[in-house]
């Protein structure tokens, strides 16, 4: 957590190797940085992002199907029925009918678009879920839906989500463990709890108090 500017979304693309980055990223045992862009792609598939805007991360000319089947085919899934069926699970386990797969972006909520790009994202089965910001764009009805959809999924398929947010109400309500960057350093880092309640640099006292005023140790 961090308020914008502060290095996160970075921090999350350099761990994807998205961009170039210095130092280890430990993921299932393997130093990714050591690792040619070529050896990289067997550990994609189990590496998705849920980016902020669910609208701009979904292509308008595709149909939802097809964005949703985009990362099978990269990663070598060519049988059509099994695709059909993978699409159809994606599409039930994030709340929505499967006979939307033959629709397009523009005809859906930005809470819809955002469990579509959910969808994306968990159609490979991957280990981890970037989300970058998932609910900002949504409004607080949306956002606690989405975070409850986010908690049974990670319950259902045991799943670890890197995810990023300013809003602390938010990291509270899903966040295990806290990392607190500011101007791209790591200030603070630790349980949510212990952090929430007993925060030990300044910035994440700051940050608290901006965000619960008073209250800026919330009862859990």
């Known amino acids: ?125 991957p280990e981890l879920i970037v989300l970058d910001e998932p609910t900002s764009a949504l409004d607080r009805t949306v956002q606690k839906q989405i975070i409850e959809l986010l908690r049974d999924l990670q319950a259902r398929y045991q799943l670890s989500y890197l995810f990023i947010s300013h809003d602390l109400a938010v990291i509270r309500a899903l966040s295990h463990r806290l990392l607190v960057m500011k101007d791209g350093v790591a200030v603070e880092q630790g349980d949510a709890d212990s952090i929430f309640q007993d925060p030990q640099h300044p910035y994440t006292k700051e940050l608290l108090l901006a965000a619960f005023g008073d209250t800026a140790r919330p009862c859990a």
């Not at 940085?33 to 609208?55: C, E, G, H, S, T």
């Not at 039930?92 to 629709?103: C, M, Q, S």
């Open 1 to 125: 957590m961090g308020e914008s500017g502060s290095g996160k979304t970075t921090l999350a693309l350099a761990i994807l190797r998205l961009i170039r980055s210095d130092g280890r990223i430990n993921f299932v045992g393997q130093d990714l940085n050591k690792l040619a862009q070529k050896a990289i792609r067997p550990y994609r598939k189990q590496m998705q992002i849920v980016f902020q805007d669910p609208f701009g991360s979904l292509s308008p000319r595709m149909l939802i199907g097809e964005s949703i089947a985009e990362g099978l085919e990269v990663h070598g899934i060519t049988d059509k029925a099994d695709i059909e069926q993978r699409i159809c699970q994606a599409l039930e386990d994030v709340g929505l009918p499967t006979t939307i797969r033959n629709r397009y972006p523009h005809e859906f909520s930005g809470g819809q678009r955002q469990r579509i790009a959910i969808a994306r994202a968990l159609v490979l089965k």
